[in-house]
Structure formats: structure tokens, C-alpha cells
């Protein structure tokens, strides 16, 4: 057999292209419209358990991740999500249906539009045209209909977001957009997809994401390929990396938003979690790219409830819980590249009387896996086992300093 190529780098697991990690095979599930039902959660997650080893994750794509499986179970667990409605059966839509969407839809009554209603047609869209399967994995869609829990603050390849009472087309790199009806948004987004395909099929080295494309070609023609008109710039949007936790209201009706500590939760965790929520009303759960799960429509009187099992469980109910602050990826021995053990070291960092409201993303190796964005300070794990500190940076900046253990770390980011 063919050792596992764990070091590959620029593709992402789906059902069908397990990625061999530390403790397994790790498949990704991308429920459409970023929802599940609660039937349907339950069922994954005892899959996950009689397959793999029972750790989900969830990912800042709002994407569910299945770890420690083996090359004799993962068939199994993948043609049973095909069979919930969870995945597609043909492979190469599959790799292409990365359609990150803003988790409430028509739950939502201060949403411009129903943001599940679009998504499915930006993915009946893609999947219509064969050409757009050269996408690269990484390549994604994003469809925000703002309102209460607005994507303002999260980047995709090409995004469709409510802007006032307008639809905007947009492509990452860029603050030029093009308007146009909710009718022809999805084909709007597939024409600006096409375009990245046709440009790249002329390119020796082809680019990868569609802001490379920008730096390199410019949006006007990018947007003149796609048949669309840009307008003129906007201010750039921020505010990435919200944290969503605890029970909160807009109007009618209310939903419960539990978070995952560093995007982890188990299988039986998730199962409770999602009996519990069915029991107080909830038919589904939305993922977030802020590594919550969303339960629409739970009643107000069973709320508590829910909430004191999700705290019971080690999940976490209030924003100002320190564990918020972190991103961290699985790190050893879960992850082949991992040299330290990250979560464990997250847990101490969250023990810590840190200053409120910094950001700390804790890397097991140089690629960054649990934050693409800057942090306060950001822990870079080595071929030593020590970390590295960069201040105000990633994890792939010049660090201010090398060869500092977990205590050490922390002293330095307490100001010692």
C-alpha cells in the first residue's frame, strides 16, 4: 500500500478524497445551505462513531469534519451521507459544492432574501456546467443575506451578499462590485466562475483563488469575461472571527447558538446536544463559519435546558468564555505535521488571565490550519516541540521570538 501522503498541501478532504491524518482518515462533509436536520445530525454522528473515532469538527467554512477512519470504513460512512442528502453522488460536483451560506435563511425576518433559497441554485448552478469541475478545491462561493447573523466579516472566491435593499456580486480581492436581481444572482456568480476557468485554462501556472486572478488581471476584466458591469469601490467590510454563543432574539423566533470549543465537538456530544434541541422545539441546526451550531426556531421556556446540558457537556453557552479568544488546530498526535499538542496547550492558555478581547491562534506547525486571518498572537509549533510568537500576525510572519515552551509563551504574551 501506498504510504499516505500527509505533507500535501493546497486540496481539501471531501467524501469521496479522505486526507490521511494522524489518527485516520478525515473525510469533510459540506451540508447544503450550511443546515442539517437534527435527524439527519444524529444519524452522521452515529456514523462517526461506528466508522471512525467519534471526533467531528467544524471548520471556519461551516463544514463538517469526520475523523479516524479507516480505508475498510470510510465507504461506508460516505455513501451514508449520500443516502441523508448530505453530499453529492458524483464526485466531481462534490469537490466543487463549497457554497458557505449565512446560517438562518428564511428564519431570518431582517434578511434582505432567504439565503438557502439562493444557495441551492448557485449549486444547482455549478453543478450544470462540466467545465467549472476544473475548479480548484479550494474555490469557493459565499451567500449572505444579511440580517442577524450577517457574513459581513467572512471571504469567499466570489460572493453574493445584501447590501441595503441591493444584491451585490462580488470577488475576493477586489472592492468593486456588479448589482442585479435575486433571479440572476446564482447565474451571475457561476458566469464569474466560468470566467476564473477560462483564464486559468490559458495559463501555464494557473491560479489557484480568484484574488490571485485579481492581483494579476484586474476585476473590470474579470467582470468584462462574465458578461457583468462592475460599480465603482466600496469601502472594505471587517469584522471577521464573530463569536456567537447563548440564546439570542430578532424579533420572532428565537434561536439557541451553542459554540465548539476550537470548532470540537464528539460524537455523543452531538448527539445530546441534538436531542436536546429536538426536544425543545428545534428541526435543524445551521453551522456557522464562527464554529457555532445555530437551533432556529427553539422554544423559549425549554431554552435553559438546553443550555445547562450543552454546559454540562463542555460546550459553551457564554461569549465571554475565554476559549472563545483561541483558534486551534487538532496538533499531535491527531495531525501527522502537528509537533505539539495544540488543543491541550489552548486549554492552558484559556486558564490564563489573559487581556480581554486578545486573539490567540495556537499552530502546530507552520501552515496555520485554524486561522487564516492575523491574531494578537499567534504560537507556531516546530521540529523542536517548542513554539515560536508572532505578535500581530499569522502563522506564517516573521516571529519576534523561537524555542519558548507553553509557560514560557504565555509569559510573554501576559506582558513578562
Not at 464526485?91 to 466543487?96: G, M, Y
Not at 432574539?249 to 452531538?270: C, H, K, T, W
Not at 478581547?357 to 485554524?370: E, L, M, Q, T, W
Amino acid at each position: 500500500m501506498t504510504k499516505p501522503d500527509t505533507k500535501r498541501q493546497g486540496w481539501c478532504p471531501t467524501l469521496f478524497e479522505p486526507m490521511p491524518a494522524g489518527d485516520g482518515l478525515l473525510v469533510r462533509l459540506k451540508p447544503s445551505c450550511s443546515n442539517l436536520s437534527i435527524e439527519a445530525a444524529i444519524a452522521v454522528a452515529e456514523a462517526a462513531s461506528l466508522y471512525g473515532n467519534g471526533i467531528v469538527e467544524l471548520t471556519s467554512r461551516a463544514n463538517l469534519q469526520f475523523r479516524g477512519f479507516s480505508s475498510s470504513t470510510v465507504a461506508d460512512f460516505s455513501e451514508l451521507a449520500v443516502s441523508l442528502g448530505l453530499g453529492s453522488a458524483d464526485p466531481r460536483r462534490e469537490k466543487i459544492r463549497n457554497v458557505l451560506t449565512s446560517p438562518l435563511g428564511g428564519d431570518d425576518p431582517d434578511a434582505l432574501f432567504n439565503s438557502h433559497v439562493l444557495a441551492s441554485s448557485v449549486e444547482t448552478s455549478i453543478a450544470s456546467y462540466p467545465d467549472l469541475f476544473a475548479l480548484p478545491p479550494k474555490f469557493g462561493f459565499l451567500v449572505d443575506g444579511g440580517g442577524a447573523l450577517a457574513l459581513s466579516g467572512v471571504r469567499a472566491d466570489i460572493m453574493i451578499r445584501a447590501v441595503g435593499d441591493l444584491i451585490s456580486i462580488e470577488v475576493d480581492g477586489s472592492s468593486e462590485f456588479a448589482t442585479c436581481s435575486a433571479t440572476d444572482a446564482a447565474e451571475a456568480a457561476t458566469s464569474l466562475a466560468r470566467a476564473f476557468v477560462r483564464v486559468n485554462a490559458s495559463h501555464d501556472h494557473p491560479f489557484g483563488r480568484m484574488r490571485d486572478l485579481v492581483g494579476s488581471l484586474g476585476t473590470r476584466a474579470i467582470f468584462d469575461i462574465a458578461g457583468l458591469k462592475p460599480c465603482s469601490p466600496r469601502n472594505a467590510r471587517g469584522g471577521s472571527n464573530v463569536s456567537v454563543s447563548g440564546l439570542l432574539s430578532f424579533n420572532s423566533p428565537r434561536y439557541l447558538a451553542v459554540s465548539l470549543p476550537y470548532g470540537e465537538i464528539s460524537a455523543d456530544q452531538m448527539i445530546g446536544l441534538a436531542t436536546a434541541a429536538r426536544t425543545a422545539g428545534a428541526g435543524r441546526l445551521g453551522l456557522t463559519p464562527w464554529r457555532s451550531l445555530v437551533f432556529p426556531g427553539i422554544s423559549l421556556p425549554d431554552a435553559d435546558h438546553v443550555k445547562a446540558w450543552a454546559e454540562s457537556a463542555g460546550l459553551i453557552t457564554r461569549p465571554c468564555d475565554p476559549r472563545l479568544q483561541i483558534a486551534a488546530c487538532p496538533g499531535s498526535p491527531r495531525c501527522a505535521n502537528a509537533t505539539v499538542r495544540s488543543r491541550e496547550d489552548a486549554d492552558f492558555i484559556a486558564s490564563l488571565d489573559l487581556p480581554e478581547r486578545n486573539s490567540v491562534h495556537i499552530s502546530a506547525c507552520g501552515k496555520g490550519c485554524a486561522r487564516q486571518t492575523a491574531a494578537d498572537f499567534t504560537l507556531v509549533g516546530n521540529l523542536d516541540g517548542l513554539y515560536s510568537l508572532v505578535r500581530y500576525g499569522r502563522a506564517t510572519d516573521v516571529p519576534e521570538s523561537h524555542g519558548l515552551n507553553i509557560e514560557q509563551a504565555a509569559q510573554r504574551m501576559r506582558g513578562s
